[in-house]
């Protein structure tokens, strides 16, 4: 066989070793994970008490949402770093990632100065309804202790995007697992020490962030030498290219951030912080359905992209298709499973007040198959930065999900939530979505495999003018 011919098949049996390998590490460390959380949820909630707890969790999880500030950066720089990837262009890479991190470091420092303008002006009692000034004070110091973290690990967090760039998720999968079972340790040892909640989160974030350091430094130290964010590489026109391909990233970060977090306040406010237990419960067993479409996902998504910038479209199409099949049809099976079986298990592994309603249930479980569905068209999408539509119908979806939710819930219960969901996803984006995944794989551009999208001539002469 000749070079020409061997050299795609090459390829081709990497990029499918890379994807099986990246989503079987991921498996494992969401395994790990569920372990770590299965062991450590019960220590902390005996250790720090309900209130405490409550004040843990709720800085924990409301930081982790500020994850869509960096306006789409960190996506826009999976697509670019498999450009250069598929293009072997060491300095396009070094350039685009040196200025997301810049640009990342300059949002963490003008971010963390508003809030120290603003912190002190926070009613944190009122926030976290405590009435003990000792808690107040603790919450606080909480609070401040995640989103310092939180803001230093902005611009660090980006070497995930990087090694995913480059179809390396399986070291980020593996890292991740590490920091999960260093943080059990962090947890374990502040019990041990009889240490206050701001210890905790110290310890707990400072593990986490010395995990994702230790990753960077050995990423530019060692892995790749030359992957190195000089300040010097940094382009004027390369931060253009980010924020502009970055802002479709960033609607539809918050179109997802309004769709999956509205659902709880809709409910509390109509029905009842009591009706949130058995609707949040019945979304997340349902949500483990979708386990392996969460794990394949973030390994193939740079592959699509490289693939389709070599234009190797047959490679493409055959793998969408594979990874549907797949998808859909272990996603069917949990579904069904749920669909029969999941009240039973909910009553035995979360207690008699937790358990969804029938109709809820069966809900839940058409909205899991919608999803996978629509998350596999939109992983394609995102890889080939086709965004622009899903973006702008995104926007439409929404406003319709939090009005359907609203006049549902009223009249049929917390079911109505979910139902707003589907009924907005069906209307705005199922159909328009699919139209432009199936144009995307039999109507691709039409160029050759050496041609390389993206502005790469440009922002090397950009770079070099700058320079000089």
Not at 90 to 103: C, N, V
Not at 368 to 380: D, F, H, K, Y
Not at 406 to 415: F, M
């Amino acid at each position: 066989m000749s070079n020409s011919n061997s050299e795609p098949v090459s390829r081709r049996d990497r990029r499918l070793s890379k994807i099986i390998h990246g989503g079987l590490s991921a498996i494992l460390g969401r395994g790990v994970g569920l372990l770590v959380s299965a062991i450590s949820l019960p220590l902390t909630v005996r250790y720090l008490g309900p209130e405490r707890y409550g004040i843990w969790i709720t800085a924990s999880t409301t930081v982790v949402m500020l994850n869509v500030i960096d306006f789409g950066i960190a996506n826009t720089l999976t697509n670019i770093i498999s450009r250069a990837y598929a293009a072997d262009d060491r300095s396009a890479a070094q350039r685009f990632y040196a200025t997301a991190f810049w640009i990342s470091m300059a949002l963490a420092m003008g971010i963390a100065l508003v809030a120290a303008l603003l912190w002190s002006h926070i009613n944190w009692a009122s926030a976290f309804h405590t009435h003990n000034p000792a808690t107040t004070r603790e919450a606080s110091l909480c609070v401040a202790i995640a989103f310092g973290f939180f803001l230093a690990s902005l611009p660090l967090n980006l070497i995930h995007r990087v090694l995913s760039g480059y179809q390396q998720t399986q070291i980020t999968n593996y890292f991740n697992l590490m920091s999960n079972i260093l943080g059990l340790g962090s947890i374990l040892l502040v019990i041990r020490l009889h240490g206050s909640l701001p210890q905790l989160m110290l310890v707990y974030s400072s593990t986490l962030l010395a995990s994702t350091a230790v990753l960077n430094l050995w990423v530019v130290f060692w892995d790749k030498r030359w992957l190195l964010p000089r300040p010097g590489v940094v382009s004027r026109m390369v931060v253009s290219e980010l924020m502009q391909s970055g802002f479709a990233f960033f609607v539809l970060q918050i179109a997802g951030l309004i769709v999956f977090n509205s659902d709880n306040i809709v409910i509390t406010h109509y029905l009842g912080a009591a009706e949130v237990t058995p609707y949040s419960v019945a979304w997340r067993i349902c949500g483990y359905a979708a386990i392996l479409q969460t794990s394949v996902f973030p390994s193939l998504w740079p592959a699509y992209s490289e693939a389709y910038v070599r234009g190797e479209y047959a490679w493409v199409r055959r793998t969408f298709w594979n990874v549907a099949r797949l998808v859909m049809g272990s996603t069917a099976i949990a579904v069904l499973i749920m669909a029969f079986f999941g009240r039973s298990l909910i009553r035995w592994y979360v207690g008699p007040a937790a358990v969804p309603s029938q109709w809820l249930l069966l809900a839940m479980c058409f909205w899991t198959l919608l999803s996978t569905a629509m998350n596999v068209e939109a992983c394609l999408l995102a890889a080939i930065n086709r965004i622009r539509w899903q973006s702008i119908l995104s926007v439409v979806s929404v406003v319709l999900n939090v009005a359907f939710s609203i006049y549902l819930v009223q009249r049929v219960g917390s079911v109505g939530v979910i139902l707003g969901t589907i009924l907005s996803y069906l209307l705005v984006l199922v159909v328009p979505q699919t139209v432009i995944v199936w144009r995307a794989l039999y109507q691709p551009p039409a160029h050759s495999s050496t041609q390389i999208t993206g502005n790469w001539q440009a922002a090397a002469a950009s770079a070099a003018a700058e320079k000089a």
